[in-house]
């Protein structure tokens, strides 16, 4: 059974930081692409930022010089460090595992955190 379970979410005021986890289970981690999504109500969930299997980034430009997306493959584990936190970055905060280099291409999704920023 796949699991994506994240945590680290809370409140934090503008300005303040945040880490985080995703721990997988369930899957060949090492060979996912595994992304940070996230959802503010009324919007459309959007990709914050991703690392490759070969640790390659990529980010939101909302976010480029603020958020880092790594991954620990011995922990099976990606983590988002969020720094100089903004209230537009209150949403819930998704974990997405991908595997596109096989058709069909398997996606996961974890259950979500939520992230406030708020004074």
């Known amino acids: 059974q796949v699991q994506l379970v994240e945590s680290g979410g809370g409140l934090v005021q503008p300005g303040g930081s945040l880490r985080l986890s995703c721990a997988a289970s369930?899957?060949?981690?090492?060979?996912?692409?595994m992304g940070w999504y996230r959802q503010a109500p009324g919007k459309q969930r959007e990709l914050v930022a991703s690392?490759?299997?070969?640790?390659?980034?990529n980010y939101a430009d909302s976010v480029k010089g603020r958020f880092t997306i790594s991954r620990d493959n011995d922990k099976n584990t990606v983590y988002l460090q969020m720094n100089s936190l903004k209230p537009e970055d209150t949403a819930v905060y998704y974990c997405?595992?991908?595997?596109?280099?096989?058709?069909?291409?398997?996606?996961?999704w974890g259950q979500g955190t939520q992230v406030t920023v708020s004074s």
């Open positions: 997405k595992a991908a595997r596109t280099t096989n058709w069909p291409p398997i996606y996961y």
């Open positions: 690392i490759t299997s070969g640790y390659s980034t």
């Open positions: 369930g899957i060949s981690f090492s060979i996912y692409t």
